[in-house]
Structure formats: C-alpha cells, structure tokens
C-alpha cells in the first residue's frame, strides 16, 4: 500500500518538471484538441437527455405521471440545459483557440483554461441541485409507503453526495495529474515573460 502511494506520488512529482516552451504549446495542442473532443460529446449526450426526460416526464400523457413526477422532469430537463450550455461554452472556447497569437495571450488563455476552479460552477451547482431534487420527488413516491421522508431524504442524500464526492475526487486527481502540471508550467513561463 504503501508503494503505491509513494509510486503514485512519484508519477505526479516527474509530471510536474518543468516544460520547456516548445514541450508547453505541444502539450497543450494535444491536450486542448482532446478536451475539444470530450466537452462536444458531452455537450450532444446532456442534450439528448433534455429531449429523453421531457418526453418522459413532461409530454408523456400517461395519467399515471405524478405531478411530482412532472415537478422531477422539469427539474431534470432544467440541469441537463445548464449542464449543455456549460459544455456548449466549453467547446465554442475550445474551438477557436489560436496558436498564432502573441505567445503571452496564449499562454494567459491557457492559464485561465487550465485552472481547477472555473466560473461556470453556479450554473454546475445549479444542476447538481436540481438533479438532486428531482431524484427526491421520484424516490419519495415510490418509498413513501415504507419509509417516513426523513429515511427517505438521508438515503437519498447519503447515496447521492458519495456519487457527487466520488466524481469529484476523480475530476480531482486527474487535474492533478493532467493539468496540474501544464497549469504550473503556464505560470511559471508567464512569470518570467513578466520578470
């Protein structure tokens, strides 16, 4: 156990030597023509989850559809929306980064791309809410006859932060191990064009 995380420790230390320019702007090509990809299919998969839960749970005429239910579906189609802008943001910006540009403002774009935490989290925030919400709504009804809402609610809870920690501890790691060194050596470059 303990050579691993020492392992592991290694492998993100190497990550982080320092780049020269060249290695820099080739790292982030490939790294920005990736992400380029990734961000466009999540952008298309949030989308068609729009379409899927508002024929689900809005259009769908079936009478045994709840009102909670209906509550539930606009609540999901309200998070996928947010979600599929962010993402939709993410690949406009993607998609016209020039590398022709003065290296400084390449690199300063790169910078702001590169951080953990980035501007777009309330909208983010937002729809994990939302989803949370409506996850709830249509557990409530289903469990209502055998658990009291207080059971129900920390069940829900429970289960669905550990789903949201663990996803965001992985996002985590790989920023980490990933970008984390390309943010570093982005600074470090822009330091000394500064210096």
Known sequence: MLLNCL????KIMK?????????????????DARYKKTVKIFQVVFFIFIFFYAGLFLVNPDPEITINDR????????????????????????KVINYAEPVKKVLEDAEKRYRFWQKDIIPTAIGVILI???????????????????????????????????????????????????????????????D
Do not use: H
């Open 15 to 31: 990550n982080i030597e320092m780049m020269d320019l060249d290695t820099l702007i080739q790292n982030l090509q490939s790294t």
């Open 71 to 94: 509550i539930a579906g606009a609540c999901y189609v309200v998070a996928f929306t947010l979600f599929t802008l962010v993402f939709r943001k993410y690949y406009k910006k993607y």
């Open 7 to 10: 392992t592991f420790k290694l």
């Open 132 to 194: 949370d919400a409506a996850t709830l709504l249509t557990t409530l009804q289903r469990f209502e006859d055998k658990w009291s809402f207080w059971q129900i609610f920390i069940v829900v809870q429970i289960v669905y932060f550990l789903a949201i920690g663990t996803g965001f501890t992985i996002g985590y790691i790989k920023w980490r191990v990933v970008n984390r060194p390309i943010w570093l050596n982005t600074k470090k470059i822009l330091q000394e064009f500064e």
